[in-house]
């Protein structure tokens, strides 16, 4: 049965997520076809490694919506493939974006740190970078699938290596959002102090946009940590 007392919010997501498909859809054209970002290329790439990633979030979390909006979620089988589907695909992808997010920090940091080095970087070493990124948060999805799904039993049943292997990744769990918002605003902050720095070594002024443009990513990037570690706390 449908809920109708949830549409508009559900119709309000919505926007958000065809307003996101195409954001990023129009970034990937940009700078695949047109070459039309004029960052520097390392950066481009990661850019588009977020779009790809923020795409998937967007067709899982629709798929979500519909399950809820529709009433669906009631059968059995249709909610055994949204609890052991979905749900792990979008935890997979929303935390590719987190370590994604962090990455564009830290590079944008190390190219003004080491300008001359930053030249030689290629698009492909820039990929591989991603790819280890997009294969550590799979591996540690599976990882959490394997041991948290297949031994569904008490503790007290569990193989003694099983059991403090779960208590491991609970840790992580609260422990590696908390890290990752850290790392952003230490290289965020360090990034606005070495930029304001080199252009001071020039005589220039400092261009409010590029500190604007880093003191925005921190903010959105903690506003969108911050739930996650106050839930995982909880």
């Known amino acids: ?26 970034i990937l054209v940009a700078s ?15 850019i588009q490694h ?20 529709s009433g669906w979620e009631e059968l059995p089988k249709l909610r055994e493939f949204y609890d052991h589907v979905v749900i792990y695909i979008y935890n997979f992808s929303l935390y590719t974006t987190f370590f994604l997010t962090a990455a564009i920090t830290t590079i944008k940091l190390l190219t003004i740190k080491f300008p001359f080095r930053a030249r030689l970087w290629t698009k492909r070493r820039a990929h591989l970078v991603c790819a280890i990124i997009w294969v ?25 290596d099983v059991g403090r292997m779960l208590n491991v990744l609970a840790w992580l769990e609260i422990i590696k959002p908390l890290l990752l918002l850290l790392e952003v605003i230490f290289t965020s902050g360090w990034l606005i102090y070495e ?22 990513t921190a903010v959105v990037f903690t506003i969108t940590v911050l739930p996650e570690i106050v839930a995982d706390i909880a």
Not at 32 to 46: E, M
Not at 153 to 160: I, V
Not at 200 to 216: H, N, P
Request: hydrophobic fraction near 50%.
């Open 1 to 26: 049965m449908i809920d109708y007392k949830g549409l508009p919010w559900i119709s309000y997501n919505i926007f958000v997520i065809l307003s996101s498909i195409l954001g990023d859809t129009t």
């Open 50 to 69: 977020l779009a790809v990633c923020d795409l998937l979030s967007s067709c899982t979390y629709t798929i979500k919506l519909i399950v809820r909006v």
């Open 195 to 216: 930029a304001c720095k080199v252009v001071r070594q020039r005589g220039d002024r400092v261009r409010w946009e590029g500190l604007l443009t880093v003191i925005a």
């Open 32 to 46: 695949i076809k047109y070459n039309a970002i004029s960052l520097h290329k390392i950066i481009v790439v990661v």
């Open 136 to 160: 550590t948060s799979l591996l540690y999805s599976v990882l959490w699938v394997v041991l948290y799904e297949i031994y569904i039993f008490p503790r007290a049943y569990l193989p003694r």
